[in-house]
């Protein structure tokens, strides 16, 4: 069984930051992408921002040069330093493990994704 653990949402004015952590937790032998989407009512999950075990990384357009994601491969735990943050920015924020492989006693199970219950960021004056 694995499990993401979201923190960090909360409210700020335009122009601040804030900086969201994810960490998965269980018998997790590795995990090959760790992501943040975010969801407004009404529409679709949205990828944010992606991370890959080897550092790859990638940006949806519209958070290029004000959100970074980092990864700690050794604590399975993924971040995002947003700064510079815009009304628009205000969503519930999801985190994404893919391709997750946990190890049992006897074998190993995987995981094509699994999801965290989401944190809500709120940008507004």
């Known amino acids: 069984q694995v499990q993401l653990v979201e923190s960090g949402g909360g409210s700020v004015q335009p122009g601040g930051s804030l900086r969201l952590s994810c960490a998965a937790s269980?018998?997790?032998?590795?995990?090959?992408?760790m992501d943040w989407y975010r969801q407004t009512t009404g529409k679709q999950r949205v990828l944010v921002a992606g991370s890959t075990s080897a550092g790859g990384t990638t940006y949806a357009d519209s958070v290029k040069g004000r959100f970074t994601i980092s990864r700690d491969n050794a604590k399975n735990t993924v971040y995002l330093q947003m700064n510079s943050l815009k009304p628009e920015d205000t969503a519930v924020y999801y985190c994404?493990?893919?391709?997750?492989?946990?190890?049992?006693?006897?074998?190993?199970?995987?995981?094509?994704?699994?999801w965290g219950q989401g944190t809500p960021v709120t940008v507004s004056s």
């Open positions: 994404r493990a893919g391709a997750v492989v946990v190890r049992t006693s006897t074998t190993f199970n995987s995981y094509n994704e699994v």
């Open positions: 269980g018998s997790i032998f590795s995990i090959h992408s």
